[in-house]
Each structure stands twice: as C-alpha cells, then as structure tokens.
C-alpha cells in the first residue's frame, strides 16, 4: 500500500466536497463580473485581516481594521494596530508570491511579524508546545527538523501541484505548516494566508472570498480538527473541514456577486434613463426626474452626482434657469 506523503487519504467525502466547489466556481456567470468591483476586492481583504488576527486574539474591531488600513489614528494596543498594519502588507503581496517559494513564504512572514518578532522571516530556534491551561496538547517538531521539514514540505507541493487538487493541496500545506510550527510567532496567521495565496493563484475569484471570515466563524471545529489530526498522525479530518469552509466561503461570494451585480445593473439602467430624460429634456429638473422615474429626490441626486463624476454630463448655468449638457454616450 502506497503511503503518501504528507500523511492523508482521499475520502470520498473529501471528493463529494471538491467537486461541489468546482461545480460552483465552474459557473462562470456569478464571477465574471467581479473585476468590475475593486472595491470588493478591498473589503474582502480587510474581512480576511481582521477575522485571522482575530483568531489570534487581535481586539481591534472590524470597523478599527479598516480605519487603520485607510492611515487613521485608532485608539488600541500597539501591537494589536501593528499586526493589521502588517497583514495588509502582506495580503497585498500575495499577488507577486510564488505559493511554491519557502523563501517567498519567510518574507511574507518576515512581513506579518514586523517590528512584532526579533526573529521574523527567521525558523524558530527553540521547542514549542501548545498548553490547555497546565496540560500540555501539543508538542511541535524539535526546531533542528524544522529546516528539513519546511524543504521536504515545499519539495511535495512542487510535485504535487500537476496531480492534486489545489483545494485539497492547499489544505493539506496549512494542516502541515501548522504542525510543523516553523516559527516563533505568526505560524496561523501565515498557514491562512498561505492557503489563500495558493488558491488565488490557480483561480483568481479566490482574491474576492475572504475563507479567514468563515474559519473564524467556525473557530472552535478548527482546532479541534487539528488536534484530532495531530493524534491521529494525517491531515484527513482538516482536509474535510477546510472544504467545507471553502464551500461556504464560496456560496457567500456567490451571494455578494449576485448583489452587487444586481445593484450595479440597477444603478447603470437608472443613470440610462436619467440620460434619456436629459436628451428629450435638456432643462429637466431633478424632481422631475424623480417624478417620471417613480424615485425618491435623493436616488436621483445620487445618481446624477456619479454621472457628473464620470464625466458624462454636465450643468451649463444656474441650477433654476441651466441646462444638463451630454459629453459622451453612457
């Protein structure tokens, strides 16, 4: 019998759930659309911040995350703001990594760890152990093998990224990775993100699905997947989990593309209408459009406010006795 190496076996389970997946992202119509939002991208990310740091005991807050992302003072622990800090660095790396460099990963670690770690970007010189209260759980590989156990690790991924799924690769590396614990700090919030950066580079929607929000979400199943794992000496019960987290994350931005497809349509076909009233009418005003549009004031004023940004149309004159002017087709 073939012993595959890192320990694991394919469950028909494990099959069922992948092929789930890629049945969901194979539907080209819920993300084809999804570069035409960057600013989803942006939100996503911060999500993906600010739910791995929490899981890390990070206190700042979803709406602090993104306050110190956008350069605002926030109120909190050093640490705490220096952690989001550099995970926004990070994540914004995760496009120019190769997901198959150790070397590559210890930069982006080295970035994480950030004025956190003495050591960053560095493999721990000491042993490690997991504590449940005084009782010992776990106990991470001597720090002498982490070199070579990193090597061979990273050895596999490149042979097995032709044969193996990378829902399923990327799975097995962040199981791994964590039971190697190959640093002094930051191995969690790397092994999530080092996960993303694999998948995000086989299928590019997984820049837009934040999986971090959907671990968080299930924290405690988590690492109880990875103790189990580690007492049973293979990563088949966290492959399993890591699924179906991947296919929750995956029905969640099936869900927001479809929203914001939808309101991005609404909004196109009420500034197309806008434009038709304007042709018909140069000195038409707002609340007459509102009138003729069934819309509120303000739906209207929304709307020509984005129209003017775009340049599409323009006021020539006072707002009472002014005409709308057209400079290009919407």
């Known amino acids: ?41 942006r939100k996503t990310r911060i999500k993906s911040i600010h739910s791995s740091l929490a899981i890390e005991n990070n206190q700042l807050s979803l709406f602090q995350v993104e306050a110190v992302i ?65 009782v010992q759980i776990f106990m991470a590989p001597p720090h002498t093998m982490v070199p070579t156990l990193m090597d061979n690790l990273f050895n596999w991924m490149n042979k097995a990224k032709e044969n193996v799924n990378p829902l399923i690769l990327s799975s097995i590396f962040h199981y791994e990775f964590v039971f190697i614990h190959p640093f002094s700090d930051g191995n969690g919030r790397t092994a999530r993100l080092w996960q993303t950066a694999i998948l995000a580079h086989w299928k590019d929607l997984f820049k837009y699905i934040p999986i971090e929000s959907i671990i968080r979400k299930h924290q405690e199943e988590y690492y109880t997947a990875i103790q189990n794992c580690n007492n049973a000496g ?3 019960e966290f492959i399993e989990f890591m699924l179906k987290v991947i296919d929750e994350a995956v029905d969640g931005m099936i869900l ?11 909004q196109k076909t009420t500034q197309e209408k806008i434009i038709d009233l304007i042709k018909k009418n140069p000195s038409i005003t707002q609340v007459e459009m509102a009138k003729a549009l ?37």
């Open 1 to 41: 019998m073939e012993i595959n190496y890192p320990p694991y076996t394919i469950t028909d389970k494990m099959l069922n759930l992948a092929t789930k997946i890629m049945e969901k992202i194979g539907e080209a119509n819920y993300f084809e659309s999804l570069n035409r939002f960057p600013e989803l991208r």
């Open 294 to 330: 069934d819309l509120t004031r303000d739906g209207i004023s929304y709307n020509i406010k984005v129209l003017k940004e775009k340049g599409i149309i323009e006021r020539v004159g006072s707002t009472k006795n002014g005409i709308w002017k057209i400079n290009m087709a919407e």
């Open 256 to 266: 927001t593309s479809n929203q914001e497809t939808t309101q991005k349509t609404t």
């Open 234 to 236: 293979d990563s088949n």
């Open 70 to 134: 956008n350069g605002k003072t926030v109120i909190g622990e050093q640490k705490d703001i220096q952690e989001v800090k550099n995970a926004y660095k990070a994540y914004e790396e995760i496009d120019n990594v190769n997901p198959y460099s150790v070397e590559d990963l210890k930069k982006i670690q080295g970035i994480l760890t950030f004025a956190i770690e003495d050591d960053s970007g560095k493999y721990r010189n000491h042993g490690e152990a997991v504590y449940d209260g005084n």
